[in-house]
């Protein structure tokens, strides 16, 4: 039972593009199932006592009820408490990873006087953890300030929108970063948060799977475009080769000459060649187009 609660927990973490906040739910869930057994005898302990009386009766194996309350006292009780506290030693700022939450418009409460004080509580540990001290990052005046309006803003105008999508607006738009400049601090920290090393192992198995022996001297360049091309896509079965080589023959080789076009290009910029050039579909080929 443990095994496959733990094999889930794991899978979980190796989903690509793994926000912050779900992790939070998926640890606590994992705390509660796993404590169930602390006290509760799980399925296959239960079937103990019938392979003792069944399949291994021969060797006449005792199990009393002293022996099972010395197991559970001895041995599970202990057990699950060490996984419990690894779980908490591995996973120690959980209460400040919640508190990001207030940037979520799906949390935000339809009642307006639930609305008046929602995130106050959050705020306060966001300005305990990145608003104290001499390195502090955020003004705890301004902050508190700056979520009046900012609470407004995302019940009036981002309510449809997820947290990736409001993380990635206040990052990026210049007139929030200059309206509420503590709060976009909090929301540049929160989408840099690493909840996983899963998007880094991936790209070591890509540079792996594309810098082998034979291309050991490919440019630095060059590989970090193919291992985009890799990890981001688009899929093989979906990318046009006949457009691709039409695209090569055109912007890499003098149709003059049938030479290679001072002009180079990397795996990237073809690909943007091909979303760009749309006139080259359906157009029919001119005359010395082909090769």
């Known amino acids: 039972m443990f095994y496959h609660i733990s094999v889930g927990f794991l899978k979980y973490f190796r989903r690509k593009m793994l926000i912050f906040l779900s992790y939070n739910h998926a640890y606590k869930a994992q705390l509660m199932a796993i404590s169930v057994y602390e006290h509760t005898d799980g399925p ?3 079937k103990v006592e019938n392979i003792l009386t069944s399949d291994l009766k021969d060797f006449q194996i005792l199990a009393t009820t002293t022996h099972k309350n010395s197991f559970k006292c001895n041995v599970q009780r202990m057990y699950i408490q ?20 207030i940037f979520n418009p799906q949390s935000m409460p339809a009642s307006e006087e639930e609305r008046a004080t ?15 001290g001499p390195n502090a990052e955020v003004d705890s005046v301004e902050l508190n ?50 909840v996983s090393t899963a998007e880094c192992e991936r790209a070591f198995s890509a540079m792996n799977r594309i810098k082998m022996d034979l291309r050991n001297r ?3 360049t060059t590989l970090n475009s193919l291992m985009r091309i890799s990890i981001e896509g688009p899929l093989a079965s979906n990318f046009n080769f006949d457009r691709a080589a039409d695209l090569c023959k055109k912007k890499f080789f003098s149709s003059q000459f049938g030479k290679m076009a ?4 990397s795996a990237v910029e073809v690909l943007d060649l091909l ?17």
């Open 44 to 46: 296959n302990l239960l």
């Open 82 to 101: 060490a996984i419990v506290r690894h779980l908490t030693d591995r996973f120690p700022n959980v209460e400040i990873i919640d508190a990001f939450n």
């Open 118 to 132: 929602y995130g106050q509580e959050k705020l306060q540990v966001l300005l305990r953890t990145f608003g104290e």
């Open 145 to 194: 300030s700056e979520w009046e309006g900012m609470r407004r803003l995302i019940h009036t105008q981002y309510s449809s929108f997820t947290l990736r999508q409001m993380l990635r607006l206040l990052c990026s738009n210049q007139t929030l970063r200059d309206m509420f400049p503590n709060l976009t601090k909090l929301s540049t920290i929160a989408a840099l948060i690493p």
């Open 218 to 220: 490919l440019k630095t």
């Open 262 to 265: 001072s002009t180079s290009y």
């Open 275 to 291: 979303d760009t050039d749309s006139s080259d579909s359906g157009s029919s080929r001119e005359e010395g187009d082909d090769i």
